[in-house]
């Protein structure tokens, strides 16, 4: 491929994207294909001879496409949003032909530069305090990683470096070390853990609560563990559980941290976002009390994946615990500006802060806070719907663009009506458990999304309803 094919290769490909995006709706949004089923379609091995840019395009539709969920569809209502705008899709193709390889200031400038004036952006947007932007001239700053997951575990292995020094870097202290986070906290909190080597304790919520996360039960555990010779040094909050976006009381549970020396982080992958609007900033009351904050803006700020936001209070004790520095790192204008290999698992990063820098500019803040309250009001319709048929219940309080309902009855129920809906493919759900109940989920999720699609969506619940009781 050559400079001429590509320019070409380059247009089909852009018109393809558009004429998938925009017709969307029109395919099934979940795959019917079978385990291995590309095996039929792609040789063993690699062509000993290049083939042809048509040859390769043709392939994307009989291939790709037969196993492709579309998680950007109007009627995918599953696990979490992942968001995808052309702003960011253009972005994502500026930084491939870069080809930039952002470890260090050096490497590229302009990279770790737009990194860190598009964290202050963000930051700003969602009013943090000024101590977590480099604009502060202090010891914070924000550095974009590829998801919480990694975000979660370098803050621990931060929080661990931090308070092995402070009992004389005695390794053997490793095994008393021990982390928090509520029973509803992700997956991936308990994965950090065990990667880290410490362990971990899921504190107890109730349903009358709507599981959050207190600060006196936090406290009691840390009493105990104390008392047995253990070690407490790092707390996970959420806000905006997957499962059913439950918020853990970051002001109770950050003054306990405070009193007790711990690392408080934040984990608001899911519903950060939304805090850039003003009627849901108070979920970040008590952000004061926090070591490191996390959202994710690939989630609902149409910046497509990867791209997860994590703001540091002191940046030192991430760079201390990672820092390695090899002769072939070094430059001369180390220290003055950030080396962001020093922040992440990863040496290089891709030139992500492009897709932040063009989605910001071209929808403006007021732009992304009307997407996000279009689709809370979708959730809140959706809910009015629900609530008119009595067959259904919800399970938890609609707040944002997440519904978590369930036929009234029993959890086998339930997952047979979980189960027609999937098998259906009109539309696509993940279910959660929660205090050992089944539950169904409905995210409103996609860019395009409409009342029509809701309204698809309910007359599909209905029928399958009717189905599932009958059965």
């Given at each position: 491929?050559?400079?001429?094919?590509?320019?070409?290769?380059?247009?089909?490909?852009?018109?393809?994207?558009?004429?998938?995006?925009?017709?969307?709706?029109?395919?099934?949004?979940?795959?019917?294909?079978?385990?291995?089923?590309?095996?039929?379609?792609?040789?063993?091995?690699?062509?000993?001879?290049?083939?042809?840019?048509?040859?390769?395009?043709?392939?994307?539709?009989?291939?790709?496409?037969?196993?492709?969920?579309?998680?950007?569809?109007?009627?995918?209502?599953?696990?979490?949003?992942?968001?995808?705008s052309y702003p960011s899709v253009?972005?994502?193709?500026?930084?491939?032909?870069?080809?930039?390889?952002?470890?260090?200031?050096?490497?590229?400038?302009?990279?770790?530069?737009?990194?860190?004036?598009?964290?202050?952006?963000?930051?700003?947007?969602?009013?943090?305090?000024?101590?977590?932007?480099?604009?502060?001239?202090?010891?914070?700053?924000?550095?974009?990683?590829?998801?919480?997951?990694?975000?979660?575990?370098?803050?621990?292995?931060?929080?661990?470096?931090?308070?092995?020094?402070?009992?004389?870097?005695?390794?053997?202290?490793?095994?008393?070390?021990?982390?928090?986070?509520?029973?509803?906290?992700?997956?991936?909190?308990?994965?950090?853990?065990?990667?880290?080597?410490?362990?971990?304790?899921?504190?107890?919520?109730?349903?009358?609560?709507?599981?959050?996360?207190?600060?006196?039960?936090?406290?009691?555990?840390?009493?105990?563990?104390?008392?047995?010779?253990?070690?407490?040094?790092?707390?996970?909050?959420?806000?905006?559980?997957?499962?059913?976006?439950?918020?853990?009381?970051?002001?109770?549970?950050?003054?306990?941290?405070?009193?007790e020396n711990v690392w408080l982080?934040?984990?608001?992958?899911?519903?950060?976002?939304?805090?850039?609007?003003?009627?849901?900033?108070?979920?970040?009351?008590?952000?004061?009390?926090?070591?490191?904050?996390?959202?994710?803006?690939?989630?609902?700020?149409?910046?497509?994946?990867?791209?997860?936001?994590?703001?540091?209070?002191?940046?030192?004790?991430?760079?201390?615990?990672?820092?390695?520095?090899?002769?072939?790192?070094?430059?001369?204008?180390?220290?003055?500006?950030?080396?962001?290999?020093?922040?992440?698992?990863?040496?290089?990063?891709?030139?992500?802060?492009?897709?932040?820098?063009?989605?910001?500019?071209?929808?403006?803040?007021?732009?992304?806070?009307?997407?996000?309250?279009?689709?809370?009001?979708?959730?809140?319709?959706?809910?009015?719907?629900?609530?008119?048929?009595?067959?259904?219940?919800?399970?938890?309080?609609?707040?944002?663009?997440?519904?978590?309902?369930?036929?009234?009855?029993?959890?086998?129920?339930?997952?047979?009506?979980?189960?027609?809906?999937?098998?259906?493919?009109?539309?696509?759900?993940?279910?959660?458990?929660?205090?050992?109940?089944?539950?169904?989920?409905?995210?409103?999720?996609?860019?395009?999304?409409?009342?029509?699609?809701?309204?698809?969506?309910?007359?599909?619940?209905?029928?399958?309803?009717?189905?599932?009781?009958?059965?």
């Amino acid at each position: 491929m050559d400079a001429t094919v590509f320019r070409a290769a380059a247009r089909q490909i852009a018109d393809y994207i558009v004429d998938y995006i925009e017709n969307i709706r029109e395919r099934p949004v979940f795959p019917s294909v079978k385990p291995g089923y590309i095996k039929q379609y792609i040789p063993s091995t690699a062509p000993q001879n290049g083939e042809p840019w048509s040859a390769i395009f043709a392939d994307i539709d009989r291939v790709i496409m037969p196993g492709i969920t579309h998680w950007q569809s109007p009627n995918f209502h599953a696990y979490f949003m992942t968001a995808q705008s052309y702003p960011s899709v253009i972005a994502d193709m500026l930084s491939s032909g870069l080809g930039v390889l952002g470890f260090s200031w050096i490497a590229s400038p302009a990279c770790t530069e737009l990194e860190m004036q598009m964290m202050d952006w963000l930051a700003k947007m969602l009013t943090l305090p000024n101590h977590f932007m480099f604009s502060n001239g202090g010891k914070g700053g924000g550095v974009i990683m590829n998801s919480a997951s990694e975000a979660t575990l370098i803050t621990l292995l931060g929080a661990r470096s931090k308070v092995l020094a402070e009992h004389g870097n005695d390794k053997t202290l490793i095994t008393k070390l021990v982390a928090y986070a509520s029973d509803q906290s992700h997956s991936s909190v308990e994965r950090a853990a065990l990667l880290g080597a410490v362990q971990m304790k899921l504190l107890p919520t109730i349903a009358s609560d709507n599981h959050s996360l207190r600060g006196d039960v936090l406290r009691e555990q840390i009493k105990k563990d104390r008392a047995n010779g253990l070690i407490p040094f790092f707390v996970v909050a959420t806000l905006g559980t997957t499962g059913i976006l439950a918020f853990d009381n970051i002001t109770e549970v950050g003054k306990v941290c405070s009193e007790e020396n711990v690392w408080l982080h934040i984990d608001a992958a899911y519903a950060g976002s939304a805090y850039i609007c003003p009627e849901f900033r108070h979920h970040l009351n008590g952000i004061e009390y926090v070591s490191s904050f996390n959202m994710n803006p690939y989630k609902w700020l149409l910046i497509s994946f990867d791209c997860s936001a994590l703001w540091l209070k002191n940046r030192d004790y991430i760079v201390d615990a990672f820092n390695v520095n090899p002769v072939y790192l070094q430059h001369i204008h180390q220290g003055h500006m950030p080396d962001f290999r020093d922040w992440q698992i990863s040496l290089a990063s891709p030139f992500r802060s492009l897709k932040m820098w063009f989605v910001f500019r071209s929808y403006g803040i007021k732009g992304l806070q009307n997407h996000i309250r279009k689709q809370v009001g979708l959730a809140k319709y959706f809910q009015s719907l629900l609530l008119k048929d009595d067959r259904f219940e919800l399970s938890a309080p609609v707040e944002m663009n997440l519904v978590c309902f369930r036929l009234k009855g029993t959890d086998a129920l339930n997952e047979k009506f979980v189960k027609l809906i999937n098998d259906g493919k009109a539309i696509h759900l993940t279910p959660t458990r929660v205090g050992g109940q089944f539950i169904i989920r409905f995210m409103v999720s996609a860019r395009t999304i409409e009342v029509r699609d809701i309204d698809f969506a309910w007359n599909e619940f209905q029928r399958q309803a009717l189905i599932a009781l009958t059965l």
